[in-house]
């Protein structure tokens, strides 16, 4: 499981995007009762906040102290620091588990025992996440030539589950269908440049290398985006994957 420090999770709790308001109107309608969920994995609450408008109770866990510590509060979003394998949730506790762009950290194994314990009969479960970043040709080019190479020995391989949209893990659930979403952002070459610091790759070559990559593609990232304070429309291919475990 991918953990943080407290400077980490602040950047991770600014830069990284919502996700798309009409899934958890989606979500929302694929249950009969509308009382609980779990965000599991919740980082700093970016899925939190926006399943506290569908439902009346949010139970958020992160492993990490430090995300929770930097997760923002709401009066119906209860955070908790737990690992998502064990947790202290009663059993047939949900009607919906969601987990946000986290899936690929788990030990699959034990966290698929722990979701038949603690959701309810026909309740459901969804996971979701994006796989890489959209801009223009020319900084699509930048980011291919001047970032992708430093970070190439250092995705961790949980990374290329995510990569692959997780078609490499067995879901213990029968697949319902999901309609297509889609993730987009207004950021600035800034913006884009603190998201890219976030990546998995990226925090593990700064803590052995520093960030002098970064850097380096700044200017020419700037240099691309021809304003570097404008902010650009960019796409992160996103999908998402739902069902109810299997009886």
Same mark, same amino acid.
């Given at each position: 499981?991918?953990?943080?420090?407290?400077?980490?999770?602040?950047?991770?709790?600014?830069?990284?995007?919502?996700?798309?308001?009409?899934?958890?109107?989606?979500?929302?309608?694929?249950?009969?009762?509308?009382?609980?969920?779990?965000?599991?994995?919740c980082?700093?609450?970016?899925?939190s906040? %926006?399943?506290?408008?569908? /439902?009346?109770?949010?139970?958020?866990? @992160?492993?990490?102290?430090?995300?929770?510590?930097? *997760? $923002?509060?709401?009066?119906?979003?209860?955070?908790q620091?737990?690992?998502?394998?064990?947790?202290?949730?009663?059993?047939?506790?949900?009607?919906a588990?969601?987990?946000?762009?986290?899936?690929?950290?788990?030990?699959?194994?034990?966290?698929?025992?722990?979701?038949?314990?603690?959701?309810?009969?026909?309740?459901?479960?969804?996971?979701?996440?994006?796989?890489?970043?959209?801009?223009?040709?020319?900084?699509?080019?930048?980011?291919?030539d001047?970032?992708?190479?430093?970070?190439?020995?250092?995705?961790?391989?949980?990374?290329?589950?995510?990569?692959?949209?997780?078609? %490499?893990?067995?879901?213990? /659930?029968?697949?319902?269908d999901?309609? @297509?979403?889609?993730?987009?952002?207004?950021?600035? *070459? $800034?913006?884009?440049?603190?998201?890219?610091?976030?990546?998995?790759?990226?925090?593990?070559?700064?803590?052995?290398?520093?960030?002098?990559?970064l850097?380096?593609?700044?200017?020419?990232?700037?240099?691309?985006?021809?304003?570097?304070?404008e902010?650009?429309?960019?796409?992160?291919?996103?999908?998402?994957?739902?069902?109810?475990?299997?009886?």
């Open positions: 499981m991918r953990t943080f420090d407290g400077q980490s999770s602040t950047t991770y709790a600014k830069t990284r995007p919502m996700y798309p308001a009409e899934l958890y109107h989606w979500l929302s309608k694929q249950i009969a009762s509308s009382s609980v969920v779990w965000d599991c994995a980082g700093t609450g970016q899925a906040l %926006d399943l506290a408008a569908y /439902f009346d109770r949010v139970e958020a866990s @992160d492993i990490s102290e430090s995300q929770i510590s930097a *997760a $923002t509060p709401h009066r119906k979003v209860h955070y620091v737990s690992a998502a394998e064990k947790t202290p949730y009663p059993d047939n506790y949900f009607d588990v969601c987990v946000a762009h986290a899936l690929h950290w788990f030990d699959c194994e034990a966290f698929w025992e722990e979701l038949r314990r603690v959701l309810k009969p026909n309740g459901v479960f969804v996971c979701w996440g994006y796989n890489w970043l959209q801009v223009g040709e020319a900084e699509d080019k930048v980011i291919a001047h970032v992708l190479p430093f970070l190439e020995s250092y995705w961790p391989p949980q990374s290329y589950l995510l990569r692959n949209q997780y078609c %490499d893990i067995e879901f213990p /659930f029968e697949f319902i999901v309609p @297509d979403f889609e993730l987009n952002c207004h950021w600035s *070459a $800034t913006q884009t440049i603190d998201f890219m610091r976030t990546w998995s790759a990226s925090q593990l070559r700064i803590q052995k290398e520093g960030d002098g990559f850097q380096l593609a700044t200017p020419k990232l700037r240099e691309a985006w021809s304003q570097p304070n902010k650009k429309s960019i796409r992160l291919p996103f999908f998402v994957k739902a069902g109810r475990l299997k009886t």
